[in-house]
C-alpha cells in the first residue's frame, strides 16, 4: 500500500480561484468550518463517517480532504487505510502534520488531485467520502460519475455539504448570519483572509443551491450509478449529509 505522501497529480481550471481563496487558511480552515456551521461541522462530519464505517471498509478515498479532519476520523473509526485527496499543497501540507500529530502515518497517504480527473483506476476503493466538494467544479454532474467511478460495486459513497434551510424564517437569519456576521467574524478572528472567504461563502451556497437544488443533487447521485440514496439535512438546515451504495 502507498506510504504516506504527496503526489502530483494534473490540476485544471475552474479549481484555481477555490486554491487560490483557501491557500492562506489550512491552518484555520477547520476552525473556520466550526464558525460558520456554529460548531456543528463535528457533529456533520461524524454523521457522514458512520455511514461509510458502517459497511467495514479495507480502503476509502477521502476527496476534497483539506487538513484532514476527516480523514483522521475515517482512520480512528474504521480498520481501513485511507487516502485524502486535495488540489490544495497549503492543505495536504497541514493536513500531512495533522495526520503524524495523531499518529496515523501508516494508515494514511495523502495524494495532490482533483476529483473531476481521479488519477485511480475504476472499483479500486471499498468506500468514498467527499467533503464541501461540487461547489467547486464546473460540472457537478459529470464529478459524480468521475467519484462514482473508483468506487467498488456496493462501496459506501458519503458527501457533507453546507445547505440553505428551507423554513423561511430560518433562511432568513442563514442569511443575515453570513452576510453580515461571517465576514466581521472571519476579519476579527483571523485577518483579510478569512474576511474574504466570509464574503465569499454565503453567496456561494446560495448560488449553488439556486442552480443546483437538493433534489436535483439527489437524481445526480443516482444519474451517477449510486443506489439507494438518502439524505439528512442537519442543524435547521445548515448542513446536509448523503449517502449511497456503487450500483452493483
Known amino acids: 500500500m502507498m506510504k504516506s505522501r504527496s503526489v502530483s497529480a494534473s490540476r485544471k481550471t475552474p479549481n484555481t480561484f477555490?486554491?487560490?481563496l483557501f491557500a492562506p487558511l489550512p491552518g484555520r480552515y477547520n476552525r473556520l468550518?466550526?464558525?460558520?456551521s456554529f460548531g456543528q461541522d463535528h457533529l456533520w462530519r461524524?454523521?457522514?463517517v458512520d455511514q461509510v464505517a458502517a459497511s467495514h471498509?479495507?480502503?476509502v478515498l477521502d476527496v476534497a480532504c483539506g487538513p484532514c479532519a476527516v480523514t483522521k476520523r475515517l482512520a480512528k473509526k474504521t480498520s481501513a487505510h485511507v487516502v485524502g485527496l486535495d488540489l490544495s499543497p497549503e492543505?495536504?501540507?497541514e493536513g500531512q502534520s495533522n495526520i503524524q500529530r495523531a499518529g496515523l502515518e501508516e494508515r494514511v497517504s495523502l495524494v495532490l488531485g482533483r476529483g473531476e480527473q481521479l488519477p485511480f483506476a475504476d472499483a479500486s476503493f471499498d468506500a468514498l467520502t467527499f467533503t464541501y466538494l461540487l461547489r467547486y467544479v464546473a460540472d457537478p454532474q459529470a464529478t459524480l460519475i468521475e467519484l462514482a467511478r473508483v468506487?467498488?460495486?456496493g462501496g459506501r459513497v458519503a458527501s457533507l455539504e453546507f445547505a440553505v434551510p428551507e423554513k423561511r424564517g430560518w433562511r432568513w437569519s442563514?442569511?443575515?448570519?453570513t452576510r453580515l456576521v461571517l465576514?466581521?467574524?472571519g476579519y476579527a478572528t483571523g485577518g483579510r483572509a478569512w474576511w474574504d472567504v466570509g464574503r465569499f461563502l454565503g453567496p456561494s451556497i446560495s448560488a449553488h443551491y439556486k442552480k443546483y437544488s437538493l433534489a436535483w443533487t439527489i437524481d445526480a447521485w443516482r444519474n451517477a450509478g449510486i443506489e439507494h440514496v438518502e439524505y439528512r439535512t442537519m442543524s435547521l438546515g445548515g448542513g446536509v449529509v448523503i449517502w449511497g451504495y456503487r450500483t452493483t
Open 57 to 59: 471498509p479495507n480502503l
Open 33 to 36: 468550518a466550526a464558525l460558520l
Open 151 to 153: 468506487v467498488k460495486p
Open 174 to 177: 442563514w442569511w443575515l448570519y
Open 183 to 185: 465576514p466581521v467574524a
Open 18 to 20: 477555490a486554491e487560490r
Open 46 to 48: 461524524s454523521t457522514m
Open 91 to 93: 492543505m495536504l501540507h
